[in-house]
């Protein structure tokens, strides 16, 4: 029996407790890994993902987010997403949603409204 693994940059130790959670409950990695960057993105304290990032040269905090399914190859990302606090909600919506796998900027925002993100 293989046992639940979690590997990521040093940021994302403040989800690996729930992530192992979920794992160890039987979710997917896919499920287990969002779980764990939507921590990160939360984390106010954390500049380099989620509404504590730091703005671009405008002031405008723009995120990006991409997701993979390991098991079906599957994609789905978004870059530049602006309004929206977690984009790896978003992205995970554009791999099951639709035939892109990218979004960005304006696209990628209105997706997430229409998606009923926040």
Excluded: C, Q, W
């Excluded at 192992?20 to 779980?35: F, N, P, T």
């Excluded at 040269?57 to 997403?81: F, I, N, Q, S, W």
């Amino acid at each position: 029996m293989t046992k639940p693994m979690l590997v990521a940059s040093r940021n994302a130790a403040v989800g690996f407790d729930e992530g192992m959670r979920l794992l160890r409950e039987g979710a997917s990695a896919l499920d287990a890994a969002i779980a764990v960057v939507r921590i990160v993105e939360d984390n106010p304290d954390d500049h380099t993902v989620g509404y504590g990032g730091l703005p671009n040269l405008l002031g405008e905090v723009e995120l990006d987010a991409m997701v993979m399914d390991g098991r079906t190859l599957k994609a789905g990302a978004v870059a530049a997403l602006k309004g929206f606090r977690n984009p790896v909600l978003v992205a995970r919506k554009v791999m099951e949603e639709l035939p892109h796998v990218l979004l960005a900027g304006e696209g990628a925002a209105r997706f997430a409204r229409e998606m009923g993100f926040e």
